[in-house]
């Protein structure tokens, strides 16, 4: 391993580089992120953002990179490069628990479309990680094997439920990650541990093998350190699955491609609705010095309103937690995962398990999406929530008969302290307000570094696009991120 | 709407969960503080407005919704790995408590 290969700083397109050009091996590279992991991850009181780590499938197709540059030929577009994959995605023949106990010694038989799609094209799987349980939380504070720890300040949270994925990458103990995205899961944590976030469309990326909790909202997308990375992943993964009828058959564009086109004549809007009078100032300055810079790379910069907004987190809460409450019923101790021997009947077997397998915040919203669902609320509340959210999603669609994309704020505040929120699920909830509603409209959202907190916590500025127009998003992403260093160098 | 125990209960028995006596009460209380927020939907006037289920509904171009597969054989799982990850097996059949007590 030479010693100027910085792990911190290698990109997607770096590290294939240094394979294909003989920097290192494959094997040799796999190497070094494990001692990285093991040196900086793996005790207590660090980050924790892995669970568990797949060194025998990594190293076999490490051989695999290397065995291709020693024959001369081209690596496959992400031939070598590291990756880690949160433990909501089942992999063959290698545990995965969606940070449940309740899945605890779950070996699943196949893999989820995503991750093979990654490894066809060459990425090595380093290990899964850490996440809230079933990816409900916002802190990654419910997973049943602990906090991962943000590291950019250890006392603090890294966002959730993607926790382990914004970490591991912002860590640099992987050059890429997959999250997913239900609420806000990708984004969220993304900003807090300043890492650019993609939520795809709805349907551009196959859900097959993501364990569901929201069907209709669950996506999975990519953790990377640049907008040109995320390209990169996103096209590797995307398009029609037969796996998935949700997953669509449209064609993939080169993102790659996409992002190199100029930002200039684009028009972006910027929904008022976002920008509370009461919210951090430091991110509301943040996110409007990062609007400036946009304005002044070509963008067009106009005032709009998504005026159902302030009705996205009730909607959202009833709606995903619904379908949770269906999703999470076949967990029941018959054929997987954990089974309670507290029980003598069947029933209790049932409960005893459930009981025993789930934690507080899965409880909790299981019964509030039976509750929801439960005969006498139904209509006052599920129905009424589907119908708040085709609203919400026509606001977006109004909104992008003017502008080419959206911008706001990710998150209300930088990352809070671990424990601050935890007894207080409300406020806990509140943590994905600008970042619920694109989920709830099925539209694709980035989430890019924009600047740091006076403590040092990074800020992330979200761009929201039409659905299946990513390659818009990314290509603003990825001149914003040139905007930054140019204004960061004049 | 007030939720009680009563409720809490109910919900509980239809969610296959027990709950310790300690988690009904925190639950009560939970539900009762997301409900409260969430009661602001009423204020919303949905009277003429069709309920989203999937994200195809609203016309994204190009996207068909809920496209169907023809109706042939495919591959499925493999029998024995199928109960492979079974707390209980005998190789065939997923092994329970007795469901019928005499």
Not at chain 1, 59 to 80: C, E, F, S, T, W
Not at chain 1, 241 to 265: C, F, H, N, W
Not at chain 1, 475 to 480: M, N, S, T
Not at chain 2, 75 to 80: G, I, N, T, V, Y
Request: with cysteine; charged share 25%; net charge negative.
């Amino acid at each position: 391993m030479p010693e100027d290969l910085d792990l911190n700083v290698l990109t997607v397109s770096s590290a294939r580089a240094a394979v294909q050009e003989r920097q290192t091996t494959a094997q040799a590279l796999v190497e070094s992120f494990y001692g990285k992991i093991e040196a900086e991850d793996r005790q207590p009181g660090q980050i924790n953002a892995f669970l568990n780590l797949t060194r025998e499938r990594a190293l076999q197709q490490a051989k695999r990179m290397d065995a291709i540059v020693d024959k001369g030929n081209p690596l496959p577009p992400l031939g070598g490069v590291p990756v880690a994959i949160k433990d909501v995605m089942v992999t063959r023949g290698i545990r995965t628990t969606a940070g449940s106990k309740i899945l605890g010694n779950y070996i699943p038989p196949y893999d989820c479309t995503a991750v093979s799609r990654l490894e066809a094209a060459g990425a090595i799987i380093l290990g899964k990680l850490n996440c809230d349980e079933f990816a409900m939380g916002s802190s990654n504070e419910n997973s049943a094997w602990g906090p991962v720890r943000n590291p950019r300040d250890l006392c603090r949270v890294p966002g959730g439920s993607s926790g382990g994925s914004a970490a591991s990458v912002a860590a640099g103990t992987a050059v890429a990650a997959l999250g997913s995205d239900t609420g806000g899961s990708i984004r969220q944590p993304a900003a807090f541990c300043g890492v650019v976030g993609l939520m795809p469309t709805y349907g551009r990326v196959s859900r097959y093998g993501l364990i569901a909790f929201g069907s209709s909202l669950d996506h999975i997308g990519p953790l990377t350190k640049s907008a040109k990375d995320a390209a990169i992943i996103l096209r590797h993964m995307a398009g029609r699955d037969p796996m998935d009828t949700t997953s669509v058959d449209l064609p993939v564009p080169d993102y790659e491609q996409e992002i190199a086109k100029p930002v200039r004549g684009l028009r972006v809007g910027v929904p008022k609705e976002y920008f509370p009078a009461e919210m951090d100032s430091e991110v509301r300055e943040s996110v409007e010095a990062g609007i400036k810079l946009l304005e002044r790379a070509g963008c067009e910069v106009k005032p709009i309103s998504l005026p159902h907004s302030k009705y996205a987190i009730p909607t959202y809460y009833v709606v995903a937690t619904a379908e949770a409450s269906s999703n999470l019923a076949r967990y029941d101790g018959v054929r997987y995962g954990y089974r309670s021997p507290n029980a003598k009947t069947l029933a209790e077997m049932y409960r005893r398990t459930r009981d025993e397998g789930f934690g507080a915040e899965v409880k909790r919203r299981i019964m509030l999406g039976t509750y929801a669902l439960s005969a006498g609320y139904y209509d006052a509340y599920y129905l009424k929530a589907q119908k708040v959210r085709a609203l919400i999603a026509q606001d977006f669609l109004n909104a992008f008969k003017d502008v080419d994309a959206i911008i706001t704020p990710t998150t209300p505040t930088p990352a809070f302290k671990l424990g601050e929120k935890s007894d207080d699920p409300l406020a806990m909830y509140l943590a994905d307000i600008f970042t619920v509603t694109a989920s709830l409209a099925g539209i694709p959202g980035i989430s890019v570094p924009c600047g740091n907190s006076k403590e040092g916590l990074p800020i992330g500025i979200q761009i929201l696009g039409r659905h299946f127009e990513e390659g818009t998003i990314l290509r603003i992403a990825h001149a914003f991120e040139h905007a930054r260093v140019s204004a960061a160098v004049h | 709407m007030k939720i009680t125990q009563k409720d809490v209960s109910y919900v509980a028995n239809l969610a296959n969960l027990e709950l310790t006596e300690t988690e009904r009460l925190r639950i009560e209380k939970d539900l009762n503080s997301i409900l409260e927020y969430v009661d602001q939907l009423a204020e919303v006037d949905t009277s003429n407005v069709a309920p989203m289920a999937q994200v195809s509904q609203i016309g994204a171009a190009g996207v068909a919704a809920d496209p169907l597969r023809a109706d042939e054989l495919r591959d499925c799982l493999p029998h024995e790995q199928a109960v492979a990850a079974a707390p209980q097996t005998d190789g065939t059949f997923f092994r329970v408590p007795k469901v019928i007590e005499r």
